[in-house]
């Protein structure tokens, strides 16, 4: 007899090599695990190469951390964030992602996103805004052209 809380909801596992990494920019890949397009929460585990610093930007949602391996810190604050590392961001936070030059390791870090990143330019302009949907659709195209077909990111809110 199956026990009384086999109805419930069933957890949703995705190994390493179910999604692959794609490049993201010049020195970024990354993997989308999951997408809530209701909740417009994203879900991405990023590498970043030593010595790369991403665009300035803003969150309109709040942003939660995991560092795996290597090392980062934003431009604007004195923390570095090591493997094992967590960090809150509330949306609003405005900052600038670099990795150190003399990182010796890729910088491996799980982001769940919620809202969007909204790159600004030297005068705090927005010039580019990252949503979930945008993420998605990026990450499908970029996975069909690199020939992994359609990927198998968990979609909604399981």
């Given at each position: 007899m199956m026990p009384a809380f086999a109805d419930v909801r069933r957890a949703i596992h995705r190994g390493e090599s179910d999604l692959p990494f794609v490049d993201f920019m010049e020195g970024v890949s990354l993997q989308l695990l999951q997408v809530d397009l209701d909740q417009g929460l994203w879900i991405v585990r990023t590498k970043f190469a030593p010595g790369i610093t991403i665009p300035t930007h803003k969150h309109t949602g709040p942003v939660f951390a995991v560092t795996l391996a290597g090392s980062w810190k934003y431009l604007e604050y004195p923390d570095v964030n090591t493997a094992g590392s967590y960090l809150y961001e509330p949306a609003g936070s405005v900052h600038t992602l670099t990795v150190p030059k003399?990182?010796?390791?890729?910088?491996?870090?799980?982001?769940?996103?919620?809202?969007?990143?909204?790159?600004?330019?030297?005068?705090?302009?927005?010039?580019?805004?990252?949503?979930?949907?945008?993420?998605?659709?990026?990450?499908?195209?970029?996975?069909?052209?690199?020939?992994?077909?359609?990927?198998?990111?968990?979609?909604?809110?399981?």
């Open positions: 003399a990182e010796t390791v890729t910088t491996d870090v799980w982001f769940a996103i919620h809202g969007a990143n909204l790159n600004l330019d030297a005068n705090g302009n927005v010039e580019a805004v990252i949503d979930a949907e945008l993420i998605l659709q990026f990450y499908r195209t970029a996975c069909r052209e690199k020939g992994f077909g359609e990927p198998a990111v968990i979609l909604g809110a399981p």
